[in-house]
Every structure is written in C-alpha cells, then in structure tokens.
C-alpha cells in the first residue's frame, strides 16, 4: 500500500469528529495568530519608522554633545536635557555654515526644556523647543495657521511661539489660538502660527506635541544656554558623507572627538530599527509558548483517540495494517490538524492586521507566513510521535478484545 | 497442504505465573474442509484461532500454509499474509462506524494496495455484497444495518481479497436465531464453492453445519471427528 494512502484517511477520521478537531485545533490556532499577529505588527511598526524618517529628509546631518549610539542607543527627551556639558557653542555652527557652504545649504541649531503652559484653566506640561527660524525650510513645517517667526524676531528674543497641532488643541480646544497669549510658567507668550501634523509618536515624544519657540527667547528666559544639536541640510544626498567629514573636522578643531558626534537619519534608523527588531522576536516567542501548549493539546486528544479506537486499530492490523502504516496514519491525523490550525490562525492574524491597519501599521510578512506554516507542521509531527508509536506498537489481538 | 501445525504451543504470562494456552498442537487442514472447533471457555480453541490465523506468534513449534513455513514471519510479513491469505470473521462484526458497507468491504483492498476508488474494485466489492445478500444495502453505515446484516457485510469483507483460508470467530454468537440461520447458511455455501473455513463455536447446531469437529480441551485437542 502506498504511503500517501494515509492522508485521505487522516482526513475522514478529523471531519467524522469536527467540533472535537476544532477544539483540538484551538490552540494552535491562538498560538500561529498570536505570533504571526505580533511580529506583524513589529515589522509594521519598523516600515512606519522607516517612512517616518524618509519624510523627514534623508539629506539631514544631526552634531549632539557625546555619543548617543554609546550605552544602548537613545535615551529620549529626557537624556536630551541630561546632556548637561554646553559643549556646542552657537559659534561652531556659524563656523561650519561659513567653511562649507558648497556643501550645506541650511541649519539649525536647537534647544529643548520643559514648562507648564497655561491657557485660561488648561494647564498642561509642554516640551518647549528652541529652534532658530531656518526650521520651516530645513524641516519643510509649514504654519498650517498664521506665520513661522523670523531671524529678526529671533535676534530680538520676541516672546512669541507656535504650536504643534496636537498641543493647539488640547490648549484651545476649538478656539483659535493664534494672537492668544499662553502663559508659559507663568509669563504671558504670544502664539503666532500653529504647524501643520506631522503624525508618528506612538504616545511618546511627537513633533506634534511640542511648543516651538526661537531659541534665544529659550535661552533669554528659561534659564538656559545650553544647545541640544545642530542640524544641517546637505545640498545632494550624494554628499551626505562628504559633509560628514568636512563638520567632523570644522568642530573638532575646538572639541574633543568623544565630546561631539555627527550622524545622519540612516544611523537613527538602524538603532531604532535594531531595537524594534528585537521587541518583534521577544513578542514572537512569548507568543511561541501557546503553541507549545497547542501541541500538547494535539498529543492530549491523540492520545484520548488512541485509546478510542483500540478496536479499530486491531482491526485494521488483522486486514493487513503494517505497524507503519498505522504509525503514518495517526502521525499525518496530528500533523494535519495542526497544520489545518496553523492555516486558520494564518488568516486569523492577517484579518487582524488589516483590521489594526487604520490605527496601527501592521504587516503580516512572507517570513511569517512561512515561519508559521513549518512551525505548526513540526509542532504536529513532534506532539503526534507518541500517540501514533502507542497505536502502532498495539498488538491486534488485545486491540481486537478491547471493549 | 493448506495448513499444517507441528507440535504448536502458545504461552501467555499474566504477572508472574505462565500460562500454557496451547499444549503441543499438531494439526493438519487440508482445502475445502470446514471445521468447528469447540470446547469449554479457557480450552484454548480462541488461542488456537488466533496462532493459525497469524494474528498471534506461536510460543513454540511450526506454522506451514500452503507448505510455506510462516511461523517464523515478523510482524510486517505476518500483516502481508493476513491481508492476501486469510479472512475474519468476527463474533462482533468489527466493522468500521460511520463508513459505508461499501467502504468496510473494500478495506482489505485498501491495505493490498488496491485503488479503492477505481470502477474495477468498487464493482468487485459491490459483487461480493450482492453475493451475501446485500446488493440495495452499499451506502448504508453499521448503524443502518441489523446484526444480520453487520455480520454479513463482514462476510463480504473476509471474502474480497479471496483468501485461501476463513477464520470464523463465533459468527452466530452476537445474533438472533433467524439471522443466524442466515448466516450458517451462508457459510455452508460457501464451503460448497470450495473455500476452507475454520470455525469456532460452542453451539451444537452451528458446529453442525462443518464437516469435520475438533475439541480442544485444557490446550489439547481432545477429539478430531469427521463427519461421514
């Protein structure tokens, strides 16, 4: 008899018992959705990330005191402000503007620091950030309402402000906020131009969120002096790397090469990316343990069907049944139910992607797919040994007399 | 020679003590016989059936069918052999639940590696059910059927691969008397077409309908009668 013989009789034995197959099937269902629903949204969330960062210009230099990429990556907002050392100075920007203007069309140099923001009884804590008017065009931020400050208002250290979107409308609600006053821990600013969305964030730190401000008010006011970065905008992106160099060496004429660093988007991304990375895989494998718990859920009935069909098995031994055949019968029931479970979690998980789509950015990759499909099939063959080696090692005469 | 057993002994263990099911048995079965074996519960005849229908090994002495010597086949020759060789039938029919009468019939086919859905074994199976009576019942399951019926689906069922020797296992034990006439019935025209058929009961009249009686008694053949 042909091997391939047992797969129509797998079959027949998982629909003559369909609600107890689908039960069975259960946990592994949960356990391929799970995964493949979680690494989706991993992947997902890395390919948002990517846009994000590419809509933010890929010809951007970022200068920061110290090394960022040193001691697991970036620490957020708050080890912005924690970088205590004014180590840039207003006077090295303007130097590697004027040496290289061959090469860098645009700058900015920022500054960030927090405050309470106060608009009639909403008060909210705000990140407030410095940046000097060459912002709109290096950023490309449009004022969606009034107008960016400029490079005279900044000199003068007018107090006057803009909002991001998100913090627009949670201080004015539906008011109009432009030529309101705010008061910023407790002085009175004027907002001249809410910013168009720019979106991302994911409940952390979003450009949508912040209170822009021109620097030297910052500086004027805040009781600061100290410069978070500078940006540069390279004329060609083919450049990126020249103009690497050429800031590299105009600051470090003054500072020490462990005291700045310069890097571009692509170096972000690969941080963030490589961190994103190894959330998905730790996701995965929480939601890995399922199916281990679906296998053994798999053996549990195999093994309960074993028993069931004692009589069965003898007698399919007397008509002529190798002990191989039943072996490969009861091997290829577990394999295809769970394989079967691992195809309905499979469409479980991209149903759920698609339905994540509009709030989330999930994406059910040919990885997964894959890494599911061999995962469940494996997890069958290796939770369906045991029960199928005990029907084959019955010996049909007890199997016959069994009751 | 169809079937000849040489000084045949089959030991089981249950704990620690041995028992001897089968004490020395030598027997010889020529074609077309039809035989009833009887005796009293623990006389060993269900043991003798299951050593000379393969589906147990003996403990000691030689199995020969056909003037092969079998006794020394392993499991997998021994499946082989029950499939192509050898016919049950069952005191409880054993047939498959929820499948068809049809299907149940062509279950040896399938394990002699025969395409059971080709038009040629489909027919030839649907002839054997005919021949027991059972042309207008195909599609019916088990649990359609009467234990008459069951237990000619069986019938069928030991029949298809044509095999050389039938093992018969109390076939009348789990019916009424009308079906069980049927079947004894049956049974005898089938000897009368020539196949050999090994029968065990401990019913007088079931016996009667075989040509030659064998009783076993505490592992031994007691008696060996033939009728004139």
């Known amino acids: ?403 | 020679m169809l079937l000849r057993l040489n000084q045949v002994s089959k030991n089981y263990k249950i704990g620690d003590a041995v028992i001897r099911a089968l004490d020395q048995i030598s027997l010889q079965v020529q074609e077309k016989e039809f035989l009833a074996i009887m005796g009293p519960s623990g006389s060993g005849k269900s043991t003798f059936l299951q050593v000379a229908s393969m589906l147990a090994e003996p403990s000691e002495g030689e199995i020969f069918l056909n003037d092969v010597e079998v006794s020394a086949y392993n499991e997998i020759q021994r499946a082989h052999l029950r499939n192509k060789q050898i016919g049950f039938i069952f005191q409880s029919f054993n047939l498959l639940a929820r499948t068809s009468a049809l299907d149940n019939v062509l279950l040896p086919m399938f394990y002699a590696g025969e395409k059971t859905d080709s038009y040629k074994v489909k027919q030839k199976a649907k002839e054997m059910l005919e021949r027991v009576g059972l042309g207008d019942r195909l599609y019916n399951t088990p649990a359609q059927l009467s234990g008459g019926q069951q237990q000619r689906v069986a019938i069928a069922r030991a029949l298809i691969n044509d095999p050389s020797l039938i093992f018969a296992d109390e076939p009348t034990g789990n019916l009424d008397s009308k079906s069980g006439e049927d079947i004894k019935k049956i049974l005898k025209d089938l000897n009368k077409e020539g196949k050999t058929i090994i029968m065990v009961t401990h019913e007088e009249d079931v016996a009667d309908i075989a040509k030659r009686r064998i009783v076993f008694k505490d592992g031994q053949v007691l008696s060996d009668d033939r009728k004139k």
């Open chain 1, 1 to 403: 008899m042909k091997i391939t013989s047992v797969f129509p009789l797998a079959l027949k034995s998982i629909l003559l018992n369909k609600s107890r197959s689908f039960l069975t099937m259960l946990g592994v269902i949960i356990g391929v959705g799970s995964v493949v629903l979680l690494t989706s949204i991993g992947t997902g969330l890395q390919a948002y990330v990517t846009d994000q960062f590419a809509s933010l210009g890929t010809n951007i230099l970022y200068v920061v005191p110290g090394n960022p990429f040193e001691n697991g990556g970036f620490g957020g907002e708050t080890s912005m402000i924690e970088s205590t050392k004014p180590v840039l100075k207003r006077r090295l920007y303007n130097q590697v503007i004027r040496n290289n203007r061959d090469l860098i069309k645009e700058g900015i140099v920022t500054g960030v620091n927090v405050a309470e923001a106060k608009y009639k009884k909403t008060t909210k804590k705000v990140t407030l950030y410095g940046v000097t008017s060459s912002y709109e065009t290096v950023y490309n931020t449009k004022a969606e309402s009034g107008k960016w400050f400029n490079a005279t208002e900044e000199e003068k250290s007018e107090r006057i402000i803009l909002l991001g979107p998100k913090i627009a409308e949670e201080l004015f609600g539906k008011v109009d906020p432009i030529n309101k006053n705010i008061l910023l821990n407790g002085q009175a600013y004027k907002v001249i131009g809410v910013l168009e969305e720019k979106g991302g964030g994911f409940g952390g730190p979003s450009f949508d969120n912040y209170v822009y401000i021109p620097l030297e008010t910052l500086f004027k006011y805040f009781d600061t002096e100290l410069i978070d970065s500078f940006v540069f905008e390279v004329r060609d992106k083919e450049q990126i790397k020249e103009a690497t160099l050429a800031i590299e060496k105009t600051i470090g004429k003054e500072l020490d090469e462990d005291e700045f660093s310069v890097f571009d988007q692509s170096q972000l991304l690969t941080t963030i990316n490589s961190i994103l990375g190894v959330l998905t895989v730790g996701l995965g494998g929480i939601a890995a343990i399922s199916l281990v718990v679906g296998g053994i859920g798999i053996m549990n009935i195999m093994l309960v069907s074993v028993t069931e069909r004692t009589r069965e098995i003898g007698l399919r031994k007397a008509l002529g049944a190798t002990p191989n055949f039943i072996l490969a019968q009861f091997l290829t029931e577990a394999a295809m139910l769970s394989i079967i479970g691992g195809l309905i979690g499979l469409v479980i998980a991209y149903l759920g992607s698609l339905a994540l789509q509009p709030y989330f950015p999930a994406k059910v990759t040919m990885e997964a797919v894959v890494l599911a499909f061999g995962v469940s099939t494996a997890v069958g063959l290796i939770f369906g040994v045991a029960p199928a080696k005990r029907a084959a090692k019955l010996s049909p005469i007890e199997a016959l007399r069994y009751e």
